[in-house]
């Protein structure tokens, strides 16, 4: 029997994605004057104040109120009525230096031999059901409010947009785990107050979202995917009423409080870490990155139609103390008696190809450099892999790969290896 699975996004002016940007930011800054810098930063938005606090061992020198500003600038909060504006809010910082106890269990002489720099488990998912091998409810939701982002900045259309908004996608999957159709559509955007009437100004709003924003999502996908939008497909635009209060007036927003629109939208899982606002030695981000770059490549390759990896560590050890692959029965690469490879087996190759030690992550996604901030809206996974050009404090201008965990780089080994 068909059934129904759902996952959000929210928007960049979101106050929990204010709070994950700013964090980013400040990491990138810290990151462009010292790659060997160690953050660890927290931040809170609520009516007219931005708190900022955390733990740093750096050599750098970061100006976070100049970051923070441009930030709120760029994502849009740029008016005094929307009662937290880039100009005039306060902002308070509370970074102070790391604990010397956690740092002596991540440094070591051999920078190979760096420890975790904590406990846990971090996962990793991917699915055939997208291009981008995501879970196609969330590439949705990130899709939509990306497109609606872009309608307002570009200020022809929907003129009334302001930045906090959220999105929902729920998808109607068949037996066999493909996806049929959109089920339903909910759409929560902040805006102007431009019509007296009430009912009148939440019609214009959803015939605007109806007739602009997802023709123009529509246009970006497939034929295939375009099918799945359907004349069934529910529309909820606005459901509560006026949205006019929002942002950190509205909510105050934190860092780490959106993971699962971070990752996989509920799908696969999630092994409870945030992270924005933490340097790579942290291993909730750089080994859930490092999941999530061996999933692709697993469903890639053909190994099976979706994969989810776990990694998990103790703090201060390099060695991963366990490494764990289910592919939920889809696995299509098989062993020497021709029969399926078992979840075990699988996991033991991935071991073989893949050293999951946190320097060996950290070279291999390059993720010392400069390039979180792209990161802290519209999800960590299913980006496309690109560049950005930095400028170092020498002065001198660097170009960096984003998204390297996205890449599709290790596809032929991984044939090579399960004999595909």
Request: charged letters at 25%.
């Amino acid at each position: 029997m068909p059934y129904l699975f759902t996952s959000e996004s929210v928007s960049e002016g979101h106050p929990d994605k204010v709070a994950d940007q700013i964090s980013d930011a400040i990491l990138d800054d810290f990151l462009r004057q010292d790659p060997a810098a160690k953050v660890a930063c927290e931040t809170l938005v609520t009516t007219g104040l931005v708190v900022i606090a955390g733990e740093v061992k750096s050599s750098a020198y970061v100006d976070v109120q100049h970051i923070a500003r441009d930030v709120i600038r760029r994502i849009g909060y740029t008016k005094a009525e929307y009662k937290f504006e880039a100009e005039s809010c306060g902002i308070l910082s509370a970074l102070h230096e790391q604990s010397p106890d956690i740092n002596q269990g991540v440094v070591r002489q051999a920078p190979e031999e760096q420890g975790a720099g904590d406990q846990g488990m971090m996962f990793g998912y991917a699915t055939d059901e997208t291009a981008n091998y995501m879970p196609l409810g969330l590439d949705l939701s990130h899709s939509l409010l990306q497109e609606l982002a872009a309608i307002r900045k570009e200020g022809k259309e929907m003129t009334y947009l302001r930045p906090d908004a959220k999105s929902q996608v729920t998808i109607r999957y068949s037996d066999d785990h493909r996806p049929e159709a959109i089920d339903t559509i909910v759409i929560s955007t902040q805006h102007d107050d431009f019509d007296p009437s009430e009912e009148a100004m939440l019609a214009r709003i959803k015939q605007d979202i109806i007739d602009t924003l997802l023709p123009r999502v529509k246009a970006k996908l497939n034929a295939e995917m375009q099918a799945l939008f359907t004349a069934d497909t529910k529309h909820h635009i606005n459901p509560t009423g006026k949205f006019v209060i929002g942002g950190p007036h509205g909510d105050s927003g934190l860092t780490g409080r959106k993971i699962i629109v971070d990752t996989y939208g509920g799908k696969g899982a999630h092994g409870g870490g945030a992270f924005s606002g933490k340097d790579s030695s942290k291993v909730d981000r750089s080994a859930a990155y490092a999941a999530r770059h061996i999933a692709k490549n697993l469903v890639a390759a053909g190994v099976a139609e979706q994969a989810l990896v776990q990694v998990a560590y103790a703090i201060g050890v390099a060695k991963p103390v366990g490494v764990y692959v289910t592919t939920n029965g889809t696995t299509k690469a098989t062993g020497a008696s021709g029969q399926p490879l078992t979840d075990g087996e699988i996991a033991d190759k991935v071991n073989e190809l893949f050293d999951l030690r946190p320097y060996a992550i950290v070279e291999r996604l390059g993720l010392r450099n400069p390039i979180f901030s792209q990161t802290a809206a519209y999800g960590h996974m299913g980006r496309q892999p690109g560049t950005v050009t930095v400028k170092m404090k020498d002065g001198e201008s660097k170009t960096f790969e984003t998204f390297t965990w996205e890449k599709l780089d290790y596809v032929d080994r991984i044939k090579a290896l399960f004999n595909l």
